[in-house]
């Protein structure tokens, strides 16, 4: 398994973080971190999410947190987030552009898929990792329905994750869960309630623990 995935799937939870801005990225990391968070996606869609990326990748420089992209649609950007410092990147669909780019600069991507037949599309293609999505709509069983026959393929549950169900998850196969609405509520972060986010993290993290 690739170091990077391995570290993931060490930290158990990924959290994405949607909506933060450059300026408050590594604040919120650092609440992430201390609650035990150590791999986090930066998602675009914000006009300076390239600048988050590169500002919280820095940040963590040397350290025990690995920093990754998520929303990646197209190889272009697959290609720009790994210049700005992105270490893994992640995919709410699958796309053979994205998982061909990735491959050829070594960076390990992780494409969302909700069936069985397009996680071993999207693994056979290059795959590192599939990101079972949107988790909420399918719940535990399905994704121990994918994994059942596809025990070989790595699976990250995301969309609706959180303490309640993530356990679940766990025990049905995941080998780690992407987290954003859980850990980063909008009114924590309109509030920079950090201490809340470190909160969040550490149930998060103690749950995925448990489940293990």
């Known amino acids: 398994m690739n170091e990077t995935v391995s570290r993931m799937c060490e930290s158990g939870v990924v959290a994405v973080l949607r909506g933060v801005d450059a300026s408050d990225v590594q604040m919120v990391g650092d609440a992430l971190r201390d609650g035990g968070v150590t791999a986090m996606e930066v998602t675009m869609g914000n006009d300076d999410s390239l ?111 959180g303490p309640d169900n993530a356990g679940a998850y766990v025990e049905a196969g995941a080998e780690m869960v992407g987290a954003g609405g859980s850990l980063v509520p909008d009114d924590a972060l309109e509030r920079e309630d950090y201490d809340e986010m470190t909160a969040r993290a550490e149930e998060l993290v103690g749950a995925v623990e448990d489940a293990r």
């Open 51 to 161: 600048a988050a990326i590169e500002a919280l990748a820095e940040h963590y420089r040397g350290e025990d947190v690995v920093v990754g992209a998520g929303t990646v649609l197209d190889s272009e950007t697959a290609r720009q987030v790994q210049l700005a410092g992105a270490s893994f990147v992640v995919s709410p669909t699958f796309d053979e552009g994205v998982v061909e780019t990735c491959n050829r600069y070594g960076v390990p991507v992780a494409p969302g898929v909700a069936t069985p037949t397009e996680a071993l599309t999207a693994y056979e293609a290059g795959a590192d990792l599939c990101k079972v999505f949107p988790a909420s709509s399918y719940g535990p069983g399905h994704l121990s329905s994918i994994k059942g026959p596809l025990p070989q393929i790595p699976l990250m549950p995301t969309g609706g994750v």
